[in-house]
């Protein structure tokens, strides 16, 4: 069964940081593209950043490009993303996602693109 795990989530600052990570069990690991979404009340959930595990090759979205990054540890089945110089339009429910087939000029932070979801972690950015 394929399962994800998101935490790291709380209440920072604006202008601080925060790391999140996302625990991936019963899949292989490598063959996978896991992405980070948010959904804040009263909008859609958007896409953030999504990692390729087989190369690295990474997206962001415009919003955060520049102050998040992600990244991953392919030996612990794990994808982080680090948050730096949060704003409070950053205050969220994050999700990671993943998924093995996506096809020729798949949008990867299309949230309608993932199969796998995890339950997610609250981000809370005060002013």
């Known amino acids: 069964e394929v399962q994800l795990v998101e935490s790291g989530g709380g209440l920072v600052q604006a202008g601080g940081s925060l790391t999140l990570s996302c625990a991936a069990s019963?899949?292989?690991?490598?063959?996978?593209?896991i992405g980070w979404f948010r959904q804040a009340p009263g909008k859609d959930r958007e896409g953030v950043s999504s990692i390729t595990l087989s190369d690295g090759s990474t997206f962001y979205s415009d919003s955060v490009k520049d102050r998040f990054t992600i990244s991953s540890d392919n030996a612990k089945n794990t994808v982080y993303l680090q948050m730096n110089s949060l704003k409070p339009e950053d205050t969220a429910v994050y999700y990671c996602a993943a998924d093995s087939s996506m096809g020729p000029g798949t949008y990867y932070l299309d949230p309608y693109e993932y199969a796998y979801w995890g339950q997610g972690t609250q981000v809370t950015v005060s002013s």
């Open positions: 019963g899949f292989t690991f490598d063959d996978y593209i």
